[in-house]
């Protein structure tokens, strides 16, 4: 399969290219140059398949020229290895679990199976490898679990200081060995910024960048296996209407967003999908078709999807070539959802369901509580744990959140990051140090 730039200015790259370059050299991002499709066959028995299986799915119908059958189902059944439980939770509403990995994220099912592809595609070469990742701290997370230890691959994870909370900043810093945690002084969109310009940088070409944020399309397709998954979820618990259940999503930079879409473009019976975003409600002005605003986003009880400006929103524009019409066909951008609505929901759920959601997840909840979408089903993304914001969690619900032992075990170590401010200059110093 060939990859094209967003921007449509450079020329078609292959899998291992669109990998290792992760950003096209006219600054767009990487997407496949067509969407394959699905059989309607294929989602007849859907119903009876495994989260692995239907990653292997996923990963053999865009990578398969590529990359041999055997070893991609290696490498998914490693990536998706831990299930995603659904959980209803009343009034015709499921929960999406995709928080049980190894650092309590959605991202580490994408980050895992990233690294391993990066590492089969690579097992020829001698060359090391720095990969680049931006964090408010999940990102991080699991791209530096998904890279430890692997040989000939350096990995510094970049987030701004004084953003993360005590439960990111000990995943980040307990590693050691080729995961390198920096401080940015400035803003996670610095952090974003020096990567991007880092990796289009041709005089840091020597150190072989490559991106492990969902900038890397390596990290994005894997993510389309959760809706095909929700769906299979709600055809085997025989949901009526699962055809046209509605899925809402945390939106930061938008990867599940771009998932979802990919994922409805190639043939998975769904509705609308809910681009939820807390006080920061950066794709509403976008998918109205208004210009970008360059703004600091307030700081919300949902960190991670605080962003001036979300990533994938190039990808989605590519995705319907531009025709912002089609795009509201398919993707709704509701209404902000504040912190005092996101602490009312964390403490309803908890109240009147026993269940204990994330800030994230709670943001997605109350803005599907807000459509009407008839006698269909809602699927909620619940993308982390709530024990990943724990000082969020305890303030909001005034009581102790169980610690599990995934993040209990990086508690106790302490690495004191290196710190830099958001300059090329000084990453190129870095990187120099320790490479």
Not at 20 to 29: F, I, K, L, P, S
Not at 70 to 91: C, E, H, R, W, Y
Not at 96 to 112: C, N, Q, S
Request: overall charge neutral; proline content about 6%.
């Amino acid at each position: 399969m060939r990859y094209v730039s967003t921007n449509s200015q450079s020329t078609p790259v292959g899998l291992r290219e669109a990998i290792n370059r992760c950003v096209a050299t006219d600054g767009g991002m990487f997407m496949p140059a067509e969407l394959p499709l699905l059989p309607k066959a294929y989602f007849n028995n859907i119903g009876e398949m495994t989260l692995r299986e239907i990653a292997f799915v996923v990963a053999n119908t865009f990578f398969g020229q590529d990359i041999d059958s055997a070893t991609l189902k290696s490498i998914t059944d490693d990536s998706f290895s831990f299930d995603a439980p659904m959980v209803a939770i009343g009034n015709n509403t499921y929960l999406l679990e995709l928080f049980h990995g190894p650092t309590l994220t959605f991202k580490d099912y994408g980050a895992r199976f990233m690294a391993r592809l990066m590492h089969t595609l690579d097992s020829h070469s001698h060359c090391r490898r720095n990969v680049l990742v931006a964090t408010t701290g999940n990102t991080g997370a699991a791209a530096a679990n998904g890279l430890f230890k692997f040989d000939g691959i350096s990995v510094s994870v970049l987030y701004p200081k004084g953003q993360l909370s005590r439960a990111q900043m000990a995943q980040l810093t307990a590693l050691g060995e080729n995961i390198h945690p920096v401080e940015i002084v400035g803003s996670v969109e610095d952090c974003k910024r020096l990567v991007q310009n880092a990796i289009a940088d041709s005089s840091l070409n020597e150190y072989n960048l490559t991106g492990a944020n969902s900038i890397n399309i390596a990290r994005l397709i894997p993510q389309i296996t959760f809706a095909l998954y929700a769906y299979a979820k709600l055809k085997a618990l025989d949901v009526a209407n699962a055809e046209e259940a509605l899925y809402s999503m945390p939106a930061g930079n938008m990867s599940n967003v771009v998932a979802a879409a990919m994922a409805k473009r190639i043939g998975c019976p769904m509705g609308m999908i809910a681009a939820a975003t807390a006080t920061n409600n950066q794709f509403a002005p976008l998918l109205a078709g208004e210009e970008r605003k360059n703004t600091r986003p307030e700081q919300s009880f949902a960190p991670s999807i605080d962003m001036s400006y979300p990533s994938g929103w190039p990808r989605l524009r590519h995705l319907y070539n531009g025709d912002l019409t089609a795009m509201r066909k398919d993707i709704l951008a509701p209404e902000s959802i504040n912190d005092d609505e996101i602490a009312d929901t964390i403490n309803s759920l908890r109240s009147c369901h026993n269940y204990t959601i994330d800030p994230h997840g709670a943001v997605a909840y109350a803005a599907a509580k807000k459509i009407d979408n008839g006698n269909a089903p809602k699927v909620v993304f619940a993308t982390g744990h709530p024990a990943k914001q724990l000082d969020i969690m305890t303030r909001i619900t005034g009581s102790a959140i169980e610690m599990p032992h995934q993040l209990a075990r990086f508690m106790s170590v302490k690495r004191n990051p290196a710190i830099i401010p958001p300059t090329l200059p000084a990453l190129k110093k870095l990187l120099s140090s320790i490479n």
